[in-house]
């Protein structure tokens, strides 16, 4: 069993401004629409893959959650993170169904329509240019795709699948029927 935090206890850490490292485990698609905010998004299949580079303090708080209790994404990320040598990591069981229905705020990730170019243009063993890359950052210099230490590449792979996911979702739907009175 992991060790739990409950929606109270989470929001007194952040209410204190404790140093609370939040950790969205579902894939990039459900973290674009709606996570915790200041969250990053280490879904769990790549736990092994970005903790490395994302979480380099391994004695950080670090709270981790999915979608909802049934949800096993955040037991799973927190027990690898555990195993893998950090010391203050807890699930948050509930997650964002308990965080929204209580009215807390979250945040959204728009993509930018210079990542939709890059999409289109980039081969899988294509880079981004060091301008292209520039391109992709926000107003404030936050990078609207990446987060610090993942590499554009991935990030661009992974958005390039998400939309051909919705071409293909949104050629398969039928336009409404007309119906005619006789």
């Given amino acids: 069993m992991v060790p739990t935090i409950t929606l109270a206890e989470l ?5 204190a401004n404790e140093d609370v490292i939040l ?6 698609l459900y973290f674009e629409d ?22 380099s303090d391994k004695d950080a708080q670090i709270v981790v959650y999915c979608a909802s209790g049934p949800c096993k994404n955040s037991g799973l990320a927190t027990r690898r993170l555990l195993e893998l040598g950090y010391t203050d990591v807890r699930d948050y069981h509930e997650g964002k169904a ?14 930018a329509p210079a ?4 999409i289109d243009r980039l081969g899988d063993h294509e880079s981004p240019s060091r301008s292209e890359r520039l391109a992709v ?3 404030g ?10 590499e554009i590449e991935r990030s661009v792979r ?18 409404p029927s007309e119906s005619h009175a006789g």
């Fill in 11 to 15: 929001r007194a850490k952040l209410d």
């Fill in 23 to 28: 950790v969205e485990a579902l894939g990039p």
């Fill in 34 to 55: 709606a996570h915790l905010p200041g969250a990053i998004n280490i879904p769990h299949e790549a736990v092994d893959e970005l903790a490395p580079s994302l979480l």
């Fill in 98 to 111: 308990e965080w929204i229905a209580a009215g807390l705020p979250t945040e959204s990730v728009a993509v």
């Fill in 115 to 118: 990542v939709r170019r890059l």
């Fill in 137 to 139: 950052r926000g107003p």
């Fill in 141 to 150: 210099g936050d990078d609207l795709i990446t987060q610090p230490g993942v």
């Fill in 158 to 175: 992974v958005l390039r699948l998400h939309a051909e996911r919705d071409v293909r979702h949104s050629a398969s739907r039928k336009p």
